[in-house]
C-alpha cells in the first residue's frame, strides 16, 4: 500500500475543503490516488469541486497591453521565486515590454519570444538571463496569448486586479465600459470558457459520474435519480461558463442576459492567475534533519 504523507492529507484538504481524517480515509482507501481520493470525497460529502485551481502556488505578475485601435493585444505571466522580486520595478518592467512586444509581433511559442528582439536590441533570452544574474531568482516567462480581434465592429478590453489576475477579452457591441465590466467580472468570477458548448466532455462526462453517485445513495427511483443528475449539471454549467453566471454588478442578471441588452456577444477571453496549477517546492525541516540523523546512524552502524 502507498504510504499517505501528511503532505499528501494537507494538499487534498485545500482542494477539497474538507477534514484531515476524512482525506487521510480516501487516500487510503484509494492508495494514494489524489485524483480518486477527490472524487471519492466529492461522492461521499457532496463537496464542489477542486478548489485547487485557485490556489497562488508562485511568485511574479501578469502584464496586459492593448494598442490605441483596440485591435491586438497581449497578456503575459512572468514568474519568480519571491514577492519581493515581483515588486521589483526591472522585473514589472521586463512584464510589460514582453506584453507589448507580443502585441506588435505574430509570436508563436515561448521559443520564439526568447529569440524575439526587445527595444533595446537585446533578445528576450538575453534580458532574461541578466535580470537573473542581477536580482539572483529565477524568472521564467511562463505563458502568454495574443489576441487580434476580427471584425471591424470587433474591440478587446482588460483588466489587472494588482498584478496577480489578469483578463483580457474580446468582445463585440456594446462600448468600452461594457468591456471593462466583462473583463472585471471574469477576474472575479473565473468562469472556464464562454459558453456550454465550449465545455469539454471529459470534464462534464466526471461530473456527471460524481453527481449520478451522489444522487443513487440517496435511494430514490432511477427516473428521479436522472432529474437530480441533470438538474446539477445544469447547475454546475451555469456557474463555469460566463454566459450562465449572475453579472458580478447586478446578480439578478445573468452575464447573457447583459449582452442581450446591449446588443453584444463575448467572442473569446483570456484568464491568468499568477501561479496557478503551480506547487511550491514545500520542506519540512524539523523531518529533514530526522531524516539525516536516522541516515547517519544507519551509516555509522554499517
Known amino acids: 500500500m502507498a504510504e499517505i504523507t501528511a503532505q499528501m492529507v494537507k494538499e487534498l484538504r485545500e482542494m477539497t475543503g474538507l477534514g ?6 480516501a487516500l487510503t482507501e484509494t492508495s494514494g490516488d489524489m485524483k480518486a481520493a477527490e472524487d471519492l470525497l466529492r461522492i461521499k460529502s457532496g463537496a464542489k469541486a477542486s478548489k485547487a485551481a485557485g490556489r497562488t502556488a508562485a511568485e511574479g505578475m501578469v502584464a ?32 510589460h515590454s514582453l506584453a507589448e512586444l507580443l502585441t506588435t509581433e505574430s509570436i508563436a511559442d515561448n521559443e520564439a519570444l526568447a529569440n524575439a528582439r526587445l527595444s533595446n536590441g537585446e533578445s528576450v533570452e538575453e534580458f532574461r538571463k541578466a535580470l537573473v544574474m ?32 489578469g483578463v483580457m477579452v474580446d468582445y463585440t457591441g456594446g462600448d468600452q465600459a461594457l468591456g ?26 466526471r461530473e456527471r459520474q460524481i453527481y449520478t453517485a451522489q444522487a443513487a ?15 446539477r449539471i445544469a447547475k454546475y454549467l451555469a456557474e463555469i461558463t460566463l454566459l450562465g453566471q449572475p453579472f458580478v454588478k447586478n446578480p439578478d442578471q445573468t452575464v447573457k442576459q447583459l449582452l442581450a441588452e446591449k446588443s453584444a ?38
Open 20 to 25: 484531515m481524517m476524512e482525506c487521510k480515509k
Open 265 to 302: 456577444q463575448v467572442n473569446g477571453f483570456t484568464l491568468y492567475i499568477v501561479g496557478e496549477g503551480i506547487e511550491k517546492k514545500s520542506g519540512d525541516f524539523a523531518a529533514e534533519v530526522m531524516a539525516q540523523v536516522g541516515q547517519a546512524k544507519q551509516e555509522k552502524a554499517s
Open 180 to 205: 471593462k465590466d466583462l473583463a472585471m467580472h471574469i477576474a472575479a468570477s473565473k468562469p472556464v470558457c464562454v459558453s456550454s458548448e465550449q465545455v469539454s466532455p471529459e470534464l462534464l462526462e
Open 134 to 165: 542581477k536580482l539572483g531568482e529565477n524568472i521564467s516567462i511562463r505563458r502568454f496569448a495574443r489576441h487580434q480581434v476580427a471584425g471591424s465592429q470587433d474591440r478587446l478590453a482588460s483588466y489587472l486586479h494588482g498584478a496577480k489576475i
Open 217 to 231: 445513495e440517496s435511494g430514490k427511483p432511477a427516473d428521479i435519480v436522472a432529474r437530480m443528475v441533470d438538474g
Open 64 to 95: 496586459a497591453h492593448i494598442v490605441r485601435d483596440g485591435k491586438s493585444g497581449a497578456l503575459v505571466e512572468v514568474n519568480c521565486e519571491t514577492d519581493f522580486v515581483a515588486r521589483n520595478e526591472d522585473f514589472i518592467s521586463f512584464a
